[in-house]
């Protein structure tokens, strides 16, 4: 395994592979260190050649998968939207549907990287705060693996996030805050209990996991790197670690082209990145109040992170109205025949407004990452039922549609 230790984002001191989500010295987020001469070694060739889910990554990531891969996510469709692009004016539109992993949203990814790690740590609970989809993940994980699961959310979730969750036999705690109030108490908890907190003690891991959206992308497009490439933001982890992915394999020589701009969109009722992004300061905390749950988060924790994969992509952050996620959702599944959650809704908003900006165009491949599933924020949009009751009777449907013989 070509991972070697963990390294602080801001004061650089390096750790053992341990199971801490911050630095000793300074609190800072932590990431992994490769040994890049081993990584040197990989080639297209011995890619390809791999399993077909993100263990084909696997020296690029800081863990041994687990022996029998069950369950693997990755891997997901990459898939054209001519339509859409004809309408916005822009070259090239592909789809990146994450949906497509075992809990519906990219949150398998980093998910079966952090529980790889737990199992190596002799851990036998998974656990983590989420704003759902995270929830959904560490569930089915737990199960696929054999591990015990306590997830804790925000009480007020939309119910279908609850139920799959459920199904697969965790134990949920509905807490009584925001999602960062859930943050800061598994935090305190990760500190108290011996369990695998996903996105707490193992951050460093689980939050890798995410680079392989990036390597797939490029992949699928022929090792080539797209021109710019939108992404939801919540704690800005995706994002940036998207970002990371394309900039490993550039080094690497993995991928021809030029680095894509990466660009970003909040929802207007959550947008710390978006401010900070436009008045140049440090990202600073904020209320969420936002119909997007999944990206609700008021402290993101890979925030300045994020901004710092924007300016050295040559990209930016978008807001989205909050009136305009609804209409977004049916206005993507309209033109592409794919139904997002509220965080694609938010990032489809983005493109639409860098479209308006003209820094988007006829001349751009672009990657839309459909994070997460229509099918479990399906209130903003059941509405739209609309169902004309008839007898099953030819004559009658003829009538109706104006085809009376
Ligand atoms: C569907 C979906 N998209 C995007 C995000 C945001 O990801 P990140 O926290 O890595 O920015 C989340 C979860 O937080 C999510 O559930
Ligand atoms: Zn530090």
């Known amino acids: 395994m070509p991972a070697v230790s963990l390294k602080c984002r801001v004061c650089g001191t390096t750790h053992d592979l341990e199971g801490i989500g911050t630095c000793r010295s300074c609190f800072g987020p932590l990431d992994p260190v490769y040994d890049r001469e081993t990584q040197a070694r990989v080639t297209r060739a011995s890619i390809t050649a791999g399993p077909h889910s993100i263990w084909r990554y696997a020296d690029f990531l800081p863990v041994e998968p687990l022996p ?75 199960a696929a693996d054999g591990f015990e699961a306590a997830v804790f959310t925000p009480a007020g979730l939309e119910h279908e996030k609850l139920i799959a969750t459920s199904v697969y036999g965790a134990t949920l705690y509905a807490v009584e805050g925001s999602y960062d109030d859930v943050s800061r108490l598994t935090v305190e908890l990760s500190f108290e209990l011996p369990w695998g907190f996903v996105n707490a003690a193992l951050r460093s891991y689980y939050a890798e996991g995410s680079k392989t959206v990036g390597f797939e992308i490029a992949e699928q497009l022929g090792f080539e790197l797209p021109d710019a490439v939108f992404a939801p933001i919540g704690s800005g982890a995706l994002y940036a670690k998207i970002f990371e ?56 924790a890979d925030g300045d992170y994020a901004i710092e994969a924007a300016r050295a992509s040559g990209g930016g952050f978008f807001s989205v109205p909050e009136a305009d996620i609804a209409d977004n959702i049916v206005e993507l599944a309209h033109a592409t025949g794919v139904w997002g959650e509220t965080a694609p809704a938010v990032t489809f908003g983005a493109l639409k407004e860098a479209v308006a900006r003209g820094v988007v165009g006829p001349n751009d491949r672009v990657v839309l990452v459909v994070s997460g599933d229509g099918l479990k924020t399906p209130g903003l949009v059941s509405h739209l039922v609309d169902a004309i009751t008839i007898p099953p009777d030819a004559d009658v449907v003829l009538d109706l549609v104006g085809a009376a013989v």
């Open 68 to 142: 029998n891969q069950a369950l693997a996510p990755g891997m997901t469709p990459l898939v054209s939207a001519p339509r859409l692009a004809e309408e916005l004016g822009i070259g090239e539109l592909w789809l990146k549907l994450d949906t497509a992993n075992p809990t519906h949203s990219f949150k398998d990814r980093g998910v079966a990287v952090a529980a790889a790690k737990a199992r190596e740590l002799g851990l036998t609970t998974l656990a983590c705060s989420s704003t759902g989809n995270l929830a959904n993940a560490v569930a089915a994980r737990a």
């Open 245 to 300: 992915g394309f900039r490993e394999w550039k080094e690497l020589g993995l991928v021809d082209g030029t680095l894509p701009r990466m660009y970003g969109g909040q929802a207007e009722g959550c947008q710390p990145v978006v401010t900070a992004w436009e008045t140049g300061e440090k990202v600073t905390p904020v209320r969420p109040a936002t119909q997007a749950l999944s990206i609700a988060i008021g402290n993101p």
